[in-house]
């Protein structure tokens, strides 16, 4: 599978040279081993990203990653690293972000060439912000995870999936779809970056409210599993300021390298639907397709679908149950 061109180094062993857009890329051990279970090398791992990197540049262009990575192949102890080391090269750009104790120097992906150095660090999962380094407490992504149950069959997340993005039809909100590579599904909205992490976060949490009182033996936004009953939980913790999501087209560090794949609404049909359907190997016959591309991803507003949101919640929310707020998205 490997496009990379090899040769030896007698110091450090074998290294490979990759040309990524205007550069060239050296590529230290591209024979070594990340999943042991299915042969899949590091060289691999830089051929996908090179590979989509059309597909996900759009996707992580200037947002703070936080790089997952496996320098000894998935077997190994992951590192979970958001600080930049400073020993990547200076073309590699950074962006600074305030944290509460003070601030951390992310990697931000906008090239093919970064995508290819950071698989060369073992990096198989880069996860986005929500948000973009130059206006980081603004998301334009909001995402709700669907997280089934242990041992479910995937028609579960199938029908979420199409009640979710009914429920965001109501709201007159896009909804795009994505499999994790994991075991569930994304819903992504695009937004305009005008209401802050706190606004969003309590919009999905009043909408995955919503759709647990209409549906209460079927969904659930319990975050402790013990209290969740079977049900499918609807997760919107992702939507705070420095939280993460799996990028689109990442490869994920489990058996097979299963990657996360943006789908259209028509594909919640097909029985053969898994969160891990497409893997690096298997990739290949999704590449000229977007599934995205004709949805109409522009940034939208939260202040028409809120109060959209507050107008069905009082239709079908319990006396007792707190409805949304009308209010809080208009100073953001």
Known sequence: MSETKTGTDTKSGTKAAVRAGRRT???????????????????????????????ILPQVRGRPLMMERHPD?????PLMQKNAPDYFPDWVRRAVVPKED???????????????YLA?????TPHRWLSRADRPHHPDRLVLDLDPPPDADFEKVRWAARRVCGLLGELGLPGLLMTTGSRGLHVVVPLDRRADFDSVRNFARDAADLLAARHPDRLTTEPRKAERGGRLYLDTQRNGYAQTAVAPYAVRARRGAPVAAPIAAE?????ELTADRWTLRTFGDRLERDPWAKTRTRGRSLLVPRRRLAELSR???????SRPNTTDLSAS
């Open 25 to 55: 890329v050296p590529i230290s051990r591209p024979e070594k081993v990340l999943f042991p279970d299915d042969g899949i090398t590091k060289s691999d791992l830089v051929d996908h990203y090179r590979a989509v990197s059309r597909l």
């Open 73 to 77: 192949g998935i077997g190994g102890s």
């Open 102 to 116: 003070g601030e951390v120097t992310h990697v931000v992906c906008d090239d093919v060439a970064t995508l290819v």
């Open 120 to 124: 060369d660090q073992a990096c198989l």
């Open 267 to 271: 594909e919640l049909d097909d029985p």
């Open 315 to 321: 239709e079908t929310l319990p006396d007792g149950v």
